[in-house]
Every structure is written in C-alpha cells, then in structure tokens.
C-alpha cells in the first residue's frame, strides 16, 4: 500500500497515513516523502497508534530534533550505503588499523539526479524542503561517522556557489576530527558532471582506496572487484531489517548523530570557526 497524492498503477493508493493504518496496520512502514515532512509524517504515525518497524529516508529530519515519543518497535533511517559491499568491505580491513587520515568525495550534477524531471522543482534546489547537499548527500556523513566514530570537531566551507539555480547549498567541504581518525576531510558537491563517490584511507600500515561507483576497492594497490546494481544496498537493508539483523542498520540515534554534524558544519562555515561536539 501506498499513501500519495498521486495515483500508482502498481499498487493500492490511499491519500492519507491515518487511512493506511485503518485499512493495514502493517508491521513495515517505509517514510520516503520530502525531507521537511519526514517529521509530520512520523508524527502522524505516532498519533495513529502505529507499533511497528518505521524505516526513514535519509535523513531523519531537516533538523536534529529527537522524534517526539513513541510506541514503535524500531525507529531506523535508510542509509543503505553502510550495505554496500565496497563500503563492508572497507569496514573489515580497518578493524585493527590505526587510522591516520581519510578523505571522502562525493559529486553528482545534480540537474542530471532525475531524469525527465526539473532540477529546480526538486526538494533537493530548496533549503526549506530539507534540500542542499549536506543534508540531501548526509549518505556520506553517516558512513564517515560508521568507520571512524564519532565526530569530536569539526571546521567547514560551503554554501550556494555555483550557477545554479538553487537556494540550498550546492558544495561543502569538512575537515574533521573523529573518534578513529584524528584528520578526515569530506568535499559534497552537485557540481560534478563525472559522478564520483570515493574513499581514501592512510592507516600506519596500509593506503586504501574505495570507488563505490566502480565497485572497486584498492590496498597498497592490490584490487578487489565487486559485484553491484542499483537496488544491491536497497535490497540487503531490507532483507536485514526485515530478518532482524540490527547490526549495520542505521538506528536513530546515530541518524542524529548526522544531523548534529551537518547543523555543526553549517555553523562552522557561517562563523569561521571550529565547532567541537
């Protein structure tokens, strides 16, 4: 079932999240609306009575807000990129490193994101839709924060740079220290007509290089090739949360997490200094 304001030939389409749980008080429900109205949303579950499995769009909320309190049996947030097998991959190579620097890429055109649809009427081209790229790529916060722990400080740049025709911000740079890391640096941008997602790692024994695009993982230049589709990440978060296997589903509390990261870069980048957590 399906609530939406449109009609979906695929499945049963109700207008409203209080008619879907009259009709099918399911075990699963999947937020995937705009991220400015992932809160009411939830809200609006939590006062129907709804006790099951709620899995969020990334992220959470456009803000770092705890959700208001509820009777569910999880409260989880979609960042399937922690299921990605490059990304896995990573994670059990540098169990047992000591982790020196790391650098994060991520870059896509966004007029290129949808096909077919106008970049500028996108929730990602508007600030208050919960759109811009610390928010809208938080993908690659929320995976930086998974392999090298908690952020303790953190100094950035960024804003709506380029020419297009945004509101929301469009590149944004960090530099960071974590828990595991004590120099990280993450560049988000819509700029990139070449999509990139990488990851570089220098630990005192070892350099790696992960392309999540290419499906490619490099230790002191001995590759690794994995197989990947679009819906690989997709399918083995679900098949995870729907088996109970909590282990690298991203909770609540760690969505938070990110968020207070991206409120922290933004305040950074306005008053020029460092932030500590």
Known sequence: MVVSARENGDFFTVRTVEDAIDRDPSTYVVVANETARHRETVDRLIAGGFAG???????????ARPAAVNEFRRLLVAYNLRFHPVLMRLRELLAGEEAVSASVYIGQYLPDWRPGTDY????????AAGGGVLRDLSHDLDYTL???????RVAAIGGQLSTLEVDSDDV????????????????????DRMPRRQVVVNTQRHTFAADLIAGT????????????????????MHDAILDGDMGTVCDVDAALEVLILVEGAERAATDGNWIDR
Not at 120 to 127: I, N, P, Q, T, V
Not at 178 to 183: A, G, I, K, Q, W
Not at 217 to 236: L, P, Q, S
């Open 120 to 127: 500028r009427l996108s929730y990602s081209a508007h600030r």
């Open 172 to 191: 944004f740079a960090l530099l960071m220290r974590t828990e595991r890391c004590p120099v990280v640096t993450l560049q988000l941008s819509y700029l």
């Open 53 to 63: 499995t709620v899995l969020v769009e990334k992220p959470i909320f456009d803000t």
């Open 146 to 152: 998974w392999l090298f722990g908690r952020w303790k």
């Open 217 to 236: 993982i490099v230790v002191d230049g001995v590759i690794e090739k994995f197989a990947i589709d679009r819906d690989t990440t997709y399918r083995a």
